[in-house]
């Protein structure tokens, strides 16, 4: 167990929906990291926030957005969803934000139909 | 722009064969980070190691080892006396460093699996 928490772990939903996933971070991690895994497209970075404000940014979709709150909790919000956007989301926590290894959470799976 | 190869798409090998994962990486910059990480069929990620681009000793942790080779770009990864509980996708990683964030770039991972 990495101590990283996502829910929900499935999703279903149908296109132009709006969702949200939310990653607890390990305790003590000030940096929280989404990504996105899906078979075309493979692992792809899409933001990162450190202690509450965004630090990098990938390849994340307009429709999409994230926060990452006073308690360090994230939700990333995906809008107008599209087949597409099939895949599976990881939330990933760091301590600081300087190229250590990631604690990853075992990720939200989610199906746009 | 960086990038990470990793050529071998699925690797089949019999219990107790060593087995080695190849990764190429591309970057500009002098200061980088290489990283492994293993993913399971439960689908979560787990770490195995980290390298910045300054120390090129390798790595030897149980069965598994590392080679990393600046003058040729890569960073393989060896499985000796492999077990079935290593069967899994292994991705390798690249991150520029602080000037371009903390973005880690995944390769496309290879699928190991040890048969009995």
């Known amino acids: 167990d990495s101590g990283v928490t996502q829910t929900p772990k499935h999703l279903i939903t149908a296109t132009g929906q709006r969702v949200t996933l939310r990653c607890s971070p390990r305790s003590g991690d000030l940096s929280v990291y989404w990504y996105q895994q899906s078979l075309d497209q493979g692992l792809q970075f899409l933001i990162q926030?450190?202690?509450?404000?965004?630090?990098a940014k990938g390849n994340i979709l307009e429709r999409f957005s994230a926060q990452q709150f006073p308690d360090l909790h994230s939700e990333l919000n995906l809008s107008s969803l599209e087949l597409g956007d099939s895949a599976l989301y990881f939330c990933?926590?760091?301590?600081?934000?300087?190229?250590?290894?990631?604690?990853f959470g075992s990720g939200t799976q989610l199906s746009v139909l | 722009a960086q990038k990470v190869t990793q050529a071998q798409t699925e690797i089949s090998v019999v219990e107790k064969e060593d087995v080695t994962l190849d990764c190429v990486y591309e970057?500009?910059?002098?200061?980088?980070?290489l990283f492994w990480y293993k993913q399971p069929p439960s689908g979560e990620l787990v770490f195995l190691i980290r390298?910045?681009?300054?120390?090129?000793q390798n790595e030897i942790s149980g069965r598994y080892s590392w080679n990393f080779q600046k003058s040729t770009s890569s960073f393989n990864f060896t499985i000796t006396a492999s077990q079935v509980v290593d069967s899994a996708v292994y991705f390798c990683a690249l991150s520029e460093g602080v000037s371009s964030g903390d973005k880690l770039t995944f390769g496309t991972g290879t699928r190991l699996a040890v048969r009995p």
């Open positions: 926030y450190y202690n509450g404000e965004e630090r």
């Open positions: 990933a926590s760091s301590v600081t934000a300087y190229n250590e290894k990631l604690f």
């Open positions: 970057t500009r910059d002098t200061t980088y980070y």
């Open positions: 390298r910045n681009s300054f120390d090129e």
